[in-house]
């Protein structure tokens, strides 16, 4: 018995490691007893370590399976959202957003609160009356801030309400708010308000790409229309310039923008060539339009007035009367002859260059811009141009071109210029002058459009 009862013992005491070999027969059932103690209180222990492992692996459990409805939720929107289509359906988006928000987020009510780029969305699903209260509360302020309230509207018609208020914005936009009203169960958790944040997030940059997208569709769409324009801007001017057996002319014009508001233009007038060269107000379209309807009608007025000042006369009183008190135009008008006279009518344009072996001279402007004093009368001048001689009109893009440093290629530079024209032909001429233009300003921005007019006379 007593062997036996010592051999249990052994092995209980080697479990809890107590030594049993000096134990004597009397004490074998004491130290068994301490024994048996020792290993109870070890099993409820240890059944106690069980039970707090599961309930932490419920929790566990709980939290993965909350994770993975969010990714699966969130998923869900980003594909909802990420199929693009033009147009983009806002609308019809959101409330597939909203079908999946409610099986992760069981809510009584929504408002939603967008001013996206396609247009404004207000809207409400759920208890109509209720909710528009909360939408008149929330408009006292001008952004919705990332809040959960809780009994925070106490009215006495409403009672009580729970609300999940998260803003729709970007870094650089604020495009609204997306409500959520009262809960199927429970209260609004941090965890519903992370969701909604993230929910938010998507929504704003889908927002941003529709607004990035609808700018850069109007951009090109402007881009073409500016193509358009500039096409049907070279239009207007010459293709073929006419010359005789003793004039020849050559010119050139290169607009700081698609368009521009510079104009040349040359054709049979009187007893010789016509030719102008003219530099309206302004930039872009507007300068662009203001200079094709000059065009037409000098070109118009020409075939019924035969004399250079009364043809100028003329066309300022029409552009005084159609021109708005900020628009002008500057003009030099040229009639040449094979007799080599040349007659000059300047409307507050830069003066014009009669250049002959390596000698340069000016003739001044000395008449006001066209379109500002109606009746003004314009004064004449007229000169001999010698055998071989060019004559060089042109518009402030080209003394006033800048360089990187901003320095003004002026008219010391240009002068330099025309003292080094060695070739007998307008038209190399011409581009002579325009190289040394933008290679002094080579890397600049074209500060003002550009063009020049060489006109030989042989």
């Not at 000042?309 to 009183?317: G, H, Q, R, S, V």
């Not at 159609?322 to 040449?336: G, N, Y």
Request: charged share 30%.
């Amino acid at each position: 018995m007593h062997k036996e009862l010592r051999r249990l013992l052994e092995r209980v005491c080697s479990i809890v490691e107590k030594d049993v070999e000096e134990v004597t027969d009397e004490d074998l059932i004491p130290r068994a007893e301490e024994c048996l103690e020792i290993v109870e209180k070890e099993i409820k222990e240890y059944s106690q370590q069980l039970e707090e492992y599961s309930i932490m692996m419920e929790a566990h459990l709980e939290e993965l399976t909350r994770t993975y409805e969010e990714l699966a939720t969130l998923f869900e929107v980003n594909k909802i959202l990420g199929e693009f289509e033009f147009p983009y359906k806002t609308v019809d988006r959101i409330r597939q957003i909203l079908g999946v928000l409610k099986n992760a987020i069981p809510f009584k009510g929504v408002i939603i609160k967008l001013k996206t780029p396609d247009d404004d969305i207000d809207y409400i699903d759920g208890d109509t009356e209720i909710l528009q209260s909360v939408v008149e509360k929330l408009k006292e302020k001008e952004e919705i801030e990332s809040v959960i309230l809780v009994d925070s509207f106490k009215d006495s018609e409403f009672g009580r309400m729970n609300l999940l208020v998260v803003p729709v914005r970007s870094p650089s936009s604020y495009w609204g708010y997306i409500a959520l009203v009262e809960k199927k169960e429970g209260i609004f958790t941090a965890a519903d308000r992370k969701m909604i944040e993230s929910v938010s997030q998507q929504i704003s940059s889908a927002l941003d790409r529709i607004a990035f997208m609808k700018d850069e569709i109007e951009r090109q769409r402007m881009k073409e229309q500016l193509e358009i324009a500039k096409n049907i801007q070279i239009g207007l001017f010459p293709k073929v310039l006419p010359r005789t057996e003793k004039i020849v002319v050559s010119a050139s014009s290169t607009p700081a923008i698609h368009v521009g508001g510079d104009y040349y233009d040359s054709f049979p007038y009187a007893d010789g060539i016509l030719a102008v060269v003219a530099d309206v107000s302004g930039k872009g379209v507007p300068a662009a339009l203001l200079m094709s309807s000059t065009r037409s009608a000098l070109r118009s007025m020409s075939k019924t007035t035969k004399d250079l000042k009364t043809l100028i006369y003329e066309l300022n009183n029409m552009l005084c009367e159609d021109l708005s008190e900020d628009r002008f135009i500057t003009m030099v008008a040229m009639l040449i002859n094979d007799l080599g006279k040349l007659t000059l009518v300047n409307a507050g344009h830069d003066p014009i260059y009669i250049v002959k072996e390596n000698e340069v001279f000016n003739i001044e402007a000395d008449g006001i811009p066209l379109g500002i004093i109606p009746n003004y009368s314009y004064e004449d001048k007229v000169v001999d141009i010698p055998s071989g001689a060019f004559v060089v009109a042109y518009t402030d893009g080209v003394p006033e071109a800048r360089n990187t440093e901003g320095e003004e290629f002026g008219f010391e530079r240009f002068e330099n210029v025309l003292r080094s024209l060695s070739t007998d032909d307008p038209e190399k001429a011409m581009l002579k002058i325009k190289e040394a233009v933008f290679e002094f300003s080579r890397g600049a921005p074209q500060h003002d459009d550009t063009t020049i007019m060489v006109i030989r006379y042989l």
